[in-house]
T-cell receptor, first 114, second 113 residues
Framework: AQSVAQPEDQVNVAEGNPLTVKCTYSVSGNPYLFWYVQYPNRGLQFLLKYITGDNLVKGSYGFEAEFNKSQTSFHLKKPSALVSDSALYFCAVRAQTGGFKTIFGAGTRLFVKA | ETGVTQTPRHLVMGMTNKKSLKCEQHLGHNAMYWYKQSAKKPLELMFVYNFKEQTENNSVPSRFSPECPNSSHLFLHLHTLQPEDSALYLC????????????FGPGTRLTVL
């Protein structure tokens, strides 16, 4: 069975500081991993994904995520947060073989204070 | 904009009404999805269509009825809904089901009275 956990409902960070939004997963075999962002009154927007290769994935708006197989984690990071980064962030996972269902986490709300 | 549009953006309906949600994608994608987003809950996948064929139905109650007349359009027909069905309904598409980078529409905010 596949699952994804975002252990923090909310993350608060000051503008200019680094941010981390955590995600851990469980999947049989190798995973596809995704991060999406949702701004108010909008649908989800794709940020980045890990398929294979380099464990550090760079995405849109200066975000990056590191795939850690031993810890089954895929934390989202940004070196310097902006107020405009405030949004709801979703981690998602799908097994590379077998079923094709993408499972989303419950989301983490990021607040960046000026 | 993501290339996926949804109408209406807001819908209020009574439990005895029949209404439909519409989704259209202008990306040339072959797979389309309906999700339900409720507050503080994971995104719930409802239906998946691939090349107009339904490939997944996640035990969704029959009061929700999807329709995919072609690869660009997806409908969700609603009838005799319950108040707990109030949520944001999101449509998404992807180039194919396997590639799975999904592009989402803005959603329809549904309120069932």
């Amino acid at each position: 069975a596949q699952s994804v956990a975002q252990p923090e409902d909310q993350v608060n960070v000051a503008e200019g500081n680094p941010l981390t939004v955590k995600c851990t997963y469980s999947v049989s075999g190798n995973p596809y991993l995704f991060w999406y962002v949702q701004y108010p009154n909008r649908g989800l927007q794709f940020l980045l994904k890990y398929i294979t290769g380099d464990n550090l994935v760079k995405g849109s708006y200066g975000f990056e995520a590191e795939f850690n197989k031993s810890q089954t984690s895929f934390h989202l990071k940004k070196p310097s947060a902006l107020v405009s980064d405030s949004a709801l962030y979703f981690c998602a996972v799908r097994a590379q073989t077998g079923g094709f269902k993408t499972i989303f986490g419950a989301g983490t709300r990021l607040f960046v204070k000026a | 904009e993501t290339g996926v549009t949804q109408t209406p953006r807001h819908l209020v309906m009574g439990m005895t009404n029949k209404k439909s949600l519409k989704c259209e994608q202008h990306l040339g994608h072959n797979a389309m999805y309906w999700y339900k987003q409720s507050a503080k809950k994971p995104l719930e996948l409802m239906f998946v269509y691939n090349f107009k064929e339904q490939t997944e139905n996640n035990s969704v109650p029959s009061r929700f009825s999807p329709e995919c007349p072609n690869s660009s359009h997806l409908f969700l027909h609603l009838h005799t809904l319950q108040p707990e069905d109030s949520a944001l309904y999101l449509c998404a598409s992807s180039r194919d089901r396997d590639t799975d980078t999904q592009y989402f529409g803005p959603g329809t905010r549904l309120t069932v009275l």
